[in-house]
């Protein structure tokens, strides 16, 4: 990847962190090329230090902005571990949009994807702003609840079944806050949201992987017992860290949560014999301590001595947990075969590959058009690599599980636009 350097106004700042952005129509995966970005500290937002225009895919190059010691992000303390930059976005024949507070950590690449509304009458500034990120802001401690729900009737939207959803519905704060909004959220997008918001990307691998299955089972145990519908709400899960875990709109995201979470979006944490993903609680573990719950700096802290993501969870759930995976992706046009799509192989699942790739090139040109066959020759492989370098993925050129899941995400978000 060529990383473009510049040279912002916060010298004092001696690490770097990379920044890519993406623009999409909202609501969808299609790109809007052209747009014009311009990028600020939070502190000075009228003077921008970096122009970058997005390309046909609608992404910018890679650029390296200043941020503050690694060592703030590996260890408790009082000073903020990240840099925080202000974006203004414009494009022809859209509303403009600023959004600020984007938190950059260094030695670690932040996507920030923007999602632009086509101008219907006046144009209007939208502004979105960004709160501190959890470990660093002062947020309510989580009320405790059983891990495991009691369910007198099987519910109303996913029945007896654990069901990765396409959508949660998050409400921007407390169940009872009447004026806060509700977003509709792809499910992978508010995990890589809520691991973004809650834990820091410098930390080792495992304790990353920890703590993304554990935010995961906690959301699908409130879309399994379907805990707020059920008590009169019209929502999946809160932002408020008092009841759930901290969504924060708009905000970036870092790309190795964003590859980790679509490796293994299915899991969840079991128990024996317990047929909902259990409600794995947590707290930071410094400032609130929470026995028998996840900690996060703890976790961080087992990650340090080598242990393993299942081991790190055991450590704090108990020796009888277990990762387990859900049983049905909603949203997708096909599940994944179990097993690896290369060259050679043929059938109908490589067809729908190739029909697919096929619509996603419609709005991503660098993606060869394909014959739909049925047969994954050279020409595949190469439309299959093509995509996976436009979205981030290893160049491999063959669909396994997350470059499957990825074309369908990319799939269903083109073919979106005409539902709009």
Known sequence: M?????????????????LVINVFHTGTAIPVPNASISISYTGAPDSAFEELTTDNSGRTE???????PLAYSLSPNQDMPYAEYTLNVTADGFEPITISGIQILPDVISIQNVYLTPVKKAVE???????AHTLYGVYPPKIAEAEIKPISRPGEIVLNRVVVPEFVIVHDGAPTDTTAANYYIRYRDYIKNVASSEIYA??????????????????????????YRNKGYDFTITSSTAFDQKFMYGRNIYENISSIVDEIFDVYISRPNVKQPILTQYCDGERVTCPQ????????????????????????????????????????????????????????????????????????????????????????EESVRTFQSVFGLPETGVVDFTTWYKISEIYVGVTRMAEL
């Open 62 to 68: 890679a650029v390296s902005l200043r941020t503050p």
């Open 125 to 131: 500034l939208f502004i979105i702003t960004v709160p």
């Open 2 to 18: 060529y990383i473009k350097k510049v040279t912002s106004l916060q010298t004092d700042l001696p690490e770097n962190g990379i």
């Open 202 to 227: 410098t930390w080792p691998e495992s304790a990353i992987r920890a703590n993304i299955s554990v935010i995961m089972s906690f959301t699908l145990n409130r879309v399994f017992t379907e805990w």
């Open 293 to 380: 719950w996840l900690s996060q700096w703890g976790s961080k802290a087992l990650g340090d001595q080598n242990y393993s993501p299942i081991d790190i969870v055991r450590y704090y759930y108990g020796g009888d947990v277990y990762f387990n995976q859900a049983e049905e992706i909603s949203g997708v046009p096909s599940s994944w075969p179990g097993y690896a799509l290369s060259r050679g192989s043929r059938g109908e699942k490589v067809r729908q590959i190739q029909e697919q790739l096929n619509r996603i090139s419609d709005n991503y040109p660098l993606i060869p058009k394909l014959a739909v066959d049925g047969i994954y020759g050279p020409r595949t």
